[in-house]
């Protein structure tokens, strides 16, 4: 999946002697942040960014292949829609994660009817695979304010202080409205009426991310897809992936148009609102990154929202996770959380150096990790290179550190390692889009009667998100567009139709783009998914 | 970097792939239009791409995750897609009590559970390894504790749900457990005290002071 330049760095069994010769010191040779940055995150690098030409961001920097999709044809034309079932609900909410599911029950608790339409099925989402856990400012030493701060700078001051300090004040009732539908955290001393266990994250002042274990989105998925699945108020249409929005006549978002995967038919959904929450694009490999990511996030929601006029912010900026597997090659990209990191596992190069404080914000320890590759540092097995993580001295110092990090254990294991021993081979794994749809503090757009919540949105983590204030995005605002959407004015004439894509296709043309392919993509290149040829729509008789 | 490969076969289909691939990555390679039985691809948390895997030579299938599972030459993969159940354990968490008469609660909404006939399938199905019909045992006893943490690591790949012949449901049967223990009994003091002080308007955010 990886077409990254090639580095050469010092051969595995050198890199591993010069660990164990000595205990690593910080070597003090990383450059200042802006110049570390600026030299070796990927998303200054010159193939990241491009202008776009058309559209509400029109003049604004926009990643290359992210702008191919925003200006790419649509999938499906007016001819396509004859004879489509429709559907009615109150709010329409597309994407089956925790933002998703967050807004639905919200949504139904304010006296809606919902109609859920995801991609795969409900819970098949990045909440799903979150490790770390989430942040919520409940320590006696710590603040709102420290949480507010601590997130705007991690994001390099870009993110919207307005959601900002609505976010961390939402956090605390977030936690509280989880634990009410059955959600666990752990406390100190397994005591339910004790102290919250509290993490450290990459870039924060205080100890602030709550988990369960180090399957914290595992754990909230669970208990928001029962809480879904058993409320008789929400109709979920699972395997209904969305290809595009409907527009009334005033350019008013009035629903959407699904396509049935079982059924292999289009079908229309009309609803007083509709809720974009369909998450990121780690799984467009951009730059040609491993990810983290989930099969499904593939940018969706960015393209429809973009075609419809809402208006996005910051989508040249990605999160590179510091630390995905690079060894063994079939599990590149896979992630090792940060609570490794949080629980004070070091990063070495090849030289048995750390070069790194690895409790930097996650831009900062990815950077630095690709500079000590870049400049021949790195480990190298079997053709892949990275740094290592060194688990055999945290184990050595905390001998219980694994009946915590659970997963960590799980996937040295598929690593074929023994963590106690040996240590993994990391790189950094595209992770998280910082940027996305622009919202107010009720999740709604610029276009009338579209919502967005979570990974989909930008303006919250800036152009830098923090370990544990993704969960609590989707909570947040999840619920908070939930809310928004359930009591949004009817349109006065909602029968939807394309004409924004229409209006799209004339400016793509007065602007001279030539689109190239189809958007929304669905799936990644390796689904090898065409919905007309799935369809059987194709005619090959010319 | 050139590997070995083998040949196996993934709902029908012979397909050639790497000998370290797992099987959701041999899928990928089958060519196919790959739009559902697929989710994390690899991190064994979603529980989407839970198939019967039967080995070369040998005559039962067993049940497996196909992205924790790696591929060995002659494999047979079907994948087991999601259907409905025909019933559904609905609950509201709203109306469940104080904790009290939690045993009469399981009873009422899951009332098969006290008719676990010990099969075993549960265990068997459970691609995680999780002591499946024990938690069931938990439950129906109510031990809550217990249950708890027998289901922790529960994926919900519903797979003991097709394997349960008394259509209990296992999986949410300790999923209820848990959510009935952490809504009634999970008080956090640290959290408590924060939600009061915010409530009471005593702390809040100045966004001008950065």
Known sequence: MSTQQKFTGIPYETALANLRAKTPELNGTLPEKDVLLKTFHPDHAETARTTLTVGANAGDFCHPDLAKLLTANPLIEDADLAGAENMVTDVLVIGGGGAGAAAALTAVQEGAQVIMANKLRIGDSNTVMAEGGMQAAVGADDSLQRHFEDTLKGGHMAGKKELVAQMVTDAPSAVRWLIGLGMSFDTQGGDPNGLLVRKKAGGTTAQRILCHRDFTGLELMKVLREAVDIEPRITQLNRHPAVELLSDAEGRCVGAVLYDLERRKLITVHAKAVILATGGSGRLHLQGFATSNHYGATADGLVLAYRMGAKLRDVDSFQYHPTGVAHPPHLAGALISEATRSAGTKLVNGLGERFVDELQPRDVVAAAILREVREGRGVERDGQVGVFLDTPRIIAEQPDILQRLVTLGHIAHKCGVNPAEEPLIIHPTLHYQNGGIEINGNGETCVRGLFAAGEVTGGIHGRNRLMGNALLDIISFGRRAGKAAAHAEPAHNNRGGLSHVHNFQRALQKAGVKSEGKAPVLYPNYGTFDWKEHAGLVCNID | ?210
């Open chain 2, 1 to 210: 970097m050139s590997e070995e490969k083998y040949k196996l076969i993934i709902d029908g289909l012979e397909v050639e792939a790497d000998k370290n691939d797992t099987i959701i990555q041999a899928y990928a390679k089958a060519g196919k239009a790959i739009t559902a039985n697929v989710g994390c691809m690899g991190q064994g948390v979603c529980g989407s791409c839970r198939c019967l895997v039967r080995k070369e030579g040998e005559r039962s299938a067993e049940t497996k995750l196909g992205c924790e599972t790696k591929i060995e030459a002659g494999m047979q993969v079907s994948f087991l897609d999601y259907f409905l159940p025909t019933h559904v354990h609905h609950y509201d968490m709203n109306k469940v009590g104080d904790g009290w008469n939690w045993l009469e609660e399981v009873d009422e909404t899951f009332p098969e559970a006290k008719n676990c006939r010990h099969c075993g399938g549960c265990d068997t199905a459970c691609p995680k390894g999780l002591e499946v019909q024990n938690g069931v045992a938990q439950v129906v006893m109510g031990d809550f504790s217990t249950a708890s943490t027998t289901f922790d690591e529960c994926v919900m790949c519903n797979l003991c749900t097709l394997a349960c012949p008394e259509h209990i449901r296992p999986n949410h049967l300790g999923l209820f457990a848990r959510r009935m223990k952490a809504a009634r009994t999970l008080r956090p003091i640290d959290l408590m005290r924060r939600l009061q002080e915010i409530d009471s308007g005593k702390v809040s955010v100045n966004i001008d002071a950065i």
